[in-house]
């Protein structure tokens, strides 16, 4: 019904920059239903960036003024800009199109990996 398709992961040194790209399709939704989570190695999944009620936007406290996460309603993407990136922002990105009692639908995901 809904597909999500991220891109734009890659192998970056620390301090630089990456923006992964999460495009949608499929049956009409509000995409501000949208975020970004991420899964290191080991670790649980935790939810990195999204949209709130209202059109305010909701960050991890680990990647806040790093981190910002916008929208092309035209173009039905979501977007993660990375900036100052570290090590521990290693992870595989999965893109989250959710809303409880409705649907919740998830991406395959890219992987992020900052060495240094």
């Known amino acids: 019904q809904v597909h999500l398709v991220e891109s734009g992961g890659g192998s970056v040194q620390s301090g630089g920059s990456l923006t992964l790209s999460c495009k949608a399709s499929?049956?009409?939704?509000?995409?501000?239903?949208m975020g970004w989570y991420r899964q290191a190695p080991g670790k649980q999944r935790e939810m990195v960036a999204s949209?709130?009620?209202?059109?305010?936007?909701n960050y991890a406290d680990s990647v806040k003024g790093r981190f910002t996460i916008t929208s092309d309603i035209a173009k039905n993407t979501v977007y993660l800009q990375m900036n100052s990136l570290k090590p521990e922002d290693t992870a595989v990105y999965y893109c989250r199109a959710y809303r409880v009692g409705y649907y919740n639908y998830w991406g395959q995901g890219t992987r992020v990996t900052v060495s240094s």
């Open positions: 499929g049956t009409i939704f509000n995409i501000h239903n």
């Open positions: 949209f709130t009620s209202g059109g305010h936007t």
